[in-house]
């Protein structure tokens, strides 16, 4: 089973070890925690007093409004609870483009690389998964539930969410077995996966969004009427945002037998324009 050092570096976890991960909206959960809850408990937070009647608790009750309005209040506190994430990390064939030579000539340093060099030409899947276990640890660590979803053209492995720290092994021995290769459909995948996810939380992307921009939207929308909250974290290479090939090239792409060789530079304008459309319309 791979150790947290195995994907992130001490300068890594030194990075984010201050950092916080907050829903934004409500959650569900079983324990105390960081997480506004539909629930009203008893946590040091004031929300609102309301009337009281038969079968509450008399040891919520506002002597001090009585004394003055001779009428019984309860008071109510907002309960804090525990989050319940799921990560959903792309395996697609598209995540395994990491770049070559350029990419390491240019000393591009992705997170993760310690210097520029052999280790700075990371594929996106590389990148994901450093992400996704950086993010576990996190939510782990401040005791929240965290689960995890690795999918291509279905779901590979669905882990529930959990919130003890030994669970942050399994996670990981399912991030490093997530392999690239086959096409996905996005929507599809979250239609599939919505309804599995019984308590509401917070449902966190980790893909490059390349397929149908109208389905990805319906399949996020899912997750939205769910009432969870959702965020996506989109990854991009920078051959993939600047195009910067020169030359006669061969393209393989990467979910399937097909392969065009031709001009680069013929092609680059007619690519940019498409990208920056695509990137409006999911934007």
């Known amino acids: ?118 280790q700075a030409a990371l594929s996106k899947q590389q990148y994901a998964i450093r992400l996704a276990a950086c993010l576990s640890y996190l939510m782990l660590r401040q005791q929240d539930g965290v689960g995890l979803v690795t999918f291509d053209t279905k779901v590979q492995k669905h882990i529930p969410p959990r919130s003890n720290p030994k669970h942050l092994g399994v996670l990981l021995e399912a991030m490093s077995a997530c392999a690239s290769g086959g096409e996905t459909g996005l929507g599809r995948i979250f239609h599939e996966l919505a309804p599995k996810l019984h308590r509401r939380g917070l449902v966190i992307l980790i893909s490059d969004c390349f397929g149908d921009v109208p389905e990805l939207l319906k399949g996020l929308a899912h997750f939205r009427h769910a009432r969870h909250d959702v965020i996506v974290f989109q990854l991009w290479h920078r051959d993939e945002l600047e195009f910067g090939f020169k030359g006669r090239i061969r393209f393989d792409h990467l979910e399937n037998d097909h392969r065009r060789e031709m001009d680069a530079q013929l092609l680059r304008k007619q690519y940019l324009a498409r990208l920056a459309e695509y990137r409006e319309q999911l934007r």
């Not at 409500?26 to 809850?37: C, I, Q, T």
């Not at 009647?53 to 506190?77: H, M, S």
Request: aromatic residues 10%.
């Open 1 to 118: 089973m791979p150790l947290l050092t195995d994907i992130l570096s001490p300068d890594d976890l030194q990075q984010v070890g201050h950092l916080q991960v907050l829903a934004r909206g409500v959650v569900e959960g079983f324990v105390a925690g960081l997480h506004r809850s539909p629930h009203k408990g008893n946590s040091v937070e004031f929300k609102q007093h309301r009337q009281y009647v038969p079968g509450d608790d008399l040891r919520a009750l506002d002597w001090k409004i009585y004394g003055k309005t001779d009428r019984f209040y309860i008071r109510e506190f907002e309960e804090e609870t525990n989050l319940r994430a799921t990560l959903l990390l792309d395996c697609s064939g598209s995540m395994a483009y990491g770049g070559g030579a350029e990419a390491r000539a240019k000393g591009w340093r992705p997170f993760g690389a310690q210097k520029a060099g052999a």
